[in-house]
């Protein structure tokens, strides 16, 4: 499945429409970025479960600055709508394809359990 072009108008549709989402922040002045590309491509068609969005920080500042991203590639991981894994810079196959199979195998009850927690306790 190819990745898709993610904006203010349907990120929020797009994460919690879906079960799991990966999301590359990514600008084209970016060399890092351009070179994580084919990696998040690759992925895209190994996982077709899994949606790929790209979110341009150029086009899509508003969208960046929302997601609080200083840095770019940027990757997040969002299951059933809830943000599980944000980190910057690009990751190599091996471990994109991990972060695949974490995400995939999280136990969304106890992620809900320990996010209510910690919530409870600020």
């Given at each position: 499945?190819?990745?898709?072009?993610?904006?203010?108008?349907?990120?929020?549709?797009?994460?919690?429409?879906?079960?799991?989402v990966l999301v590359d922040f990514w600008?084209?002045?970016?060399?890092?970025?351009?070179?994580?590309?084919?990696?998040?491509?690759?992925?895209?068609?190994?996982?077709?479960?899994?949606?790929?969005?790209?979110?341009?920080?150029?086009?899509?500042?508003?969208?960046?600055?929302?997601?609080?991203?200083?840095?770019?590639?940027?990757?997040?991981?969002?299951?059933?709508?809830?943000?599980?894994?944000?980190?910057?810079?690009?990751?190599?196959?091996?471990?994109?394809?991990?972060?695949?199979?974490?995400?995939?195998?999280?136990?969304?009850?106890?992620?809900?359990?320990?996010?209510?927690?910690?919530?409870?306790?600020?």
């Amino acid at each position: 499945m190819a990745t898709q072009t993610l904006n203010q108008q349907n990120f929020d549709e797009i994460v919690t429409g879906n079960d799991v989402v990966l999301v590359d922040f990514w600008a084209d002045w970016c060399g890092p970025c351009k070179s994580f590309a084919p990696t998040f491509e690759a992925s895209s068609d190994k996982h077709p479960d899994v949606v790929h969005g790209k979110v341009d920080t150029e086009a899509e500042q508003g969208l960046a600055a929302a997601a609080n991203i200083r840095s770019i590639p940027t990757i997040m991981a969002f299951r059933e709508g809830v943000l599980v894994f944000a980190q910057p810079g690009a990751l190599p196959p091996a471990a994109l394809e991990d972060l695949v199979t974490q995400v995939k195998a999280l136990d969304m009850d106890e992620v809900r359990k320990q996010l209510a927690e910690q919530q409870a306790g600020q």
